[in-house]
């Protein structure tokens, strides 16, 4: 399907002054001719007034006032017949019906705001639906998914995915209903791309396909992973006339069942990581207090008291609470 645009059809206002000016023209019509044959005169002008008068509204419904980013698709007794784009007032064919199969499908998402007016009396509330359609960039929040990773933990995860239509004619025809069908996809092309990569760095890993082992994951590799998951809506949505602006993680988190248990595996590799580092320190400052003793022949060390002595500091350094120091007063020997 391709996208007609009605770009010569912005002389509403005069169609508008002329069917006012004829409805005028025929009412006068039909006053002076009920004048006339009251008169004794013919009753033609009556006839040919009221006529008139009854006719000269049909151009009404073929007025269509746009809005800037707004578009109508048009069909002339079930055949497409182009498209209005762009701020103006139009007329086209009266007997147009615009198109809009979306108009009543409400998501999570901007744009899709619910119009209410109240019934004078009553408690009840209408809806007023348009089949107008926007071309604004409008954003996506679709619920938060339960996916497993590729290493089988499942994950919560949404997104927030920022589109626009960019082909009336391919959103309106090509798909049943492009706001579902951009939500379906949404969560499909998510699934895929997500079940590629770890929630956190994973070792012997390809989340690339190259076959080389990596350091992608979701919680490290927001903007590649965001970025991959745009492309993959993008080639699914083509077909429905939908760009996608962006893709962007909203929320990331373990699934309520594993998460206490990925809490405590990240403290236990923070506090390995911390004594790994407290230790390489410890060794240095050892190293550097014997040497110096060495150097300044402070005192002569044999490899007994070396021992002994490594082995107190090492305790003192590495230790979780001060050192409580006991003075030795005698010898080792």
Known sequence: MKEIILSKKKNGMLVLILTILVAIASTIL??????????????????VGGIILCVCWIPIPGLKVLKPQEALVLTLFGRYIGTLKGDGFYFVNPFCTAVNPAAKTKLNQSGDV??????????????????KISLKIMTLNNNRQKINDCLGNPIEIGIAVTWKIVDTAKAVFNVDNYKEFLSLQCDSALRNVVRIYPYDVAPNVDTTGDGIADEGSLRG???????????????????????IVEARITYLAYAPEIAAVMLQRQQASA??????MIVDG????VEMA???LSENKVVELDEERKAAMVSNLLVVLCGNHDAQPVVNSGSLY
Do not use: C, Y
């Open 114 to 131: 619910k119009t209410h007016a109240q019934i004078a009396g009553q408690n009840a509330t209408a809806e007023i639906v348009s089949n």
């Open 30 to 47: 039909t006053i002076w001719g009920g004048i006339h044959a009251e008169q004794g005169g013919s009753p033609l002008f009556v006839t």
């Open 271 to 276: 506090i390995i990581d911390a004594r790994k």
């Open 221 to 243: 590799s927001s903007e590649i992973v965001a970025e991959r998951i745009r492309k993959e809506i993008q080639a699914r949505v083509d077909e429905a006339g939908i760009e």
């Open 290 to 292: 014997l040497e110096r």
């Open 282 to 285: 410890a060794v240095g400052m």
